[in-house]
């Protein structure tokens, strides 16, 4: 794949995925409590939280232990943010996913 067109999807995608999310669930980013998304590339993260102007400490990279592990950097990143009580019970907690054949999605969980 062409890294270049990649981030641009991404840059285009994730934060119009975030917003249909938000929109359907009748809730903006202030009331969710922390964003997981799946952790590709820390540039890449890094710059997806800035154009969606969330604050770091709502949104979680965590990719010095295990780096981008394809389809389950989400809940590898999401155990690792509730090990590291950054995630606890009763929080709201968006889910995004993209990347292989240009696929996304997005969801919102509640940490029971």
Known sequence: M???DVFGFALKT???AMRQLLDKCGLTFDD???IVPHQANKFMLERLRAKMKIPAEKF???MEQ??????STIPIALESAIQQGRVKAG????LV???VGYSW???LVKIV
């Not at 295990?66 to 389809?71: H, L, Q, Y």
């Not at 929080?91 to 968006?94: G, H, I, L, N």
């Open 2 to 4: 062409d890294g270049a």
């Open 14 to 16: 994730v934060p119009e």
């Open 97 to 99: 996913g993209f990347g």
């Open 66 to 71: 295990c780096g981008n592990t394809v389809s």
């Open 60 to 62: 979680w990279i965590d």
């Open 105 to 107: 999605g997005a969801t």
């Open 32 to 34: 969710v409590d922390f």
């Open 91 to 94: 929080d709201r907690v968006a």
